[in-house]
């Protein structure tokens, strides 16, 4: 494995995403290597500081207080074993059933995720947006026909017409990125005071656009999904996969949805 190929899984690396014999080969690459190396320390210092500042989500309280208090019953003592303890506490054990249930729909949606390519792609592109909005905060808006020309030279390929932001909206940054091992660019805009939109592009000639939960946007269908409390709009045009991550509601979402898609 070369310096570019390691360097295209270095932030998955980091987060623990890539399949066990890829992970080992780049790992023994970097060992080497004083430059992937360092690249890869820059990444995992990246995402340990977004991961303490990002905002998490915890179990809702009713099903934690479900758990701990079947994880409770579970601990004290049983003289007649397991088998007595079920017989003699039906209502106990029902609720210790729903509970692991409840655990059990969690992991199997887990597996789910890193499995459907699409799934995986918007949690990967929401994860991009929350870094990207967190640079951006307490920034005074570029000029954006300076990013736009710098970010086409560095793209290594065909954007198409971009929105280069508004009053309403201004263009903060972009760059270019990678989702699943694809060259990707990033536009951010701040849409308000501390709301920010993300505009993912990839080459989307083997993309797949999930064919359920379109949205009806004027004359558009775009892919349409709520994930960790995030509008996201999928969707093709110009032979360019397209994410649309944003901090506004759904209305707004879509109404900024158009000014992208009318700009190409």
């Not at 929401?126 to 954006?144: D, G, L, S």
Request: charged share 20%; net charge neutral.
């Amino acid at each position: 494995m070369d310096c570019p190929e390691a360097r295209d899984h270095l932030a998955e690396l980091a987060r623990n995403r890539l399949e066990p014999e890829v992970a080992e080969i780049v790992r023994a690459h970097a060992a080497g290597c004083a430059t992937c190396a360092d690249a890869l320390q820059v990444e995992v210092g990246l995402h340990a500081l977004i991961r303490e500042q990002a905002p998490r989500y915890s179990a809702p309280p009713a099903l934690r207080a479900r758990v701990q208090a079947a994880l409770r019953t579970a601990e004290r003592p049983m003289a007649s074993g397991w088998r007595a303890w079920l017989l003699l506490h039906p209502w106990q054990a029902s609720g210790l059933a729903g509970a692991l249930a409840a655990l059990v729909a969690v992991w199997v949606a887990t597996g789910w995720l890193a499995a459907d390519p699409a799934s995986r792609l918007v949690s990967l592109a929401v994860e991009e947006h929350v870094e990207y909005a967190q640079e951006a905060m307490h920034r005074p808006p570029p000029n954006p026909a300076e990013l736009l020309a710098a970010l086409r030279s560095r793209a290594g390929f065909a954007l198409g017409p971009l929105f280069p932001g508004d009053t309403e909206a201004p263009l903060m940054s972009t760059t270019t990125a990678e989702l699943r091992g694809k060259p990707a660019v990033a536009l951010v805009y701040r849409n308000g005071p501390g709301r920010y939109t993300t505009l993912l592009l990839m080459p989307g000639a083997d993309v797949a656009i999930p064919a359920e939960d379109r949205l009806a946007i004027e004359t558009f269908k775009p892919h349409r999904r709520v994930t960790s409390g995030k509008q996201v709009l999928f969707w093709k045009q110009n032979d360019l996969a397209c994410l649309l991550v944003s901090d506004l509601d759904g209305p707004a979402t879509a109404a900024f949805f158009l000014k992208i898609r009318k700009a190409a």
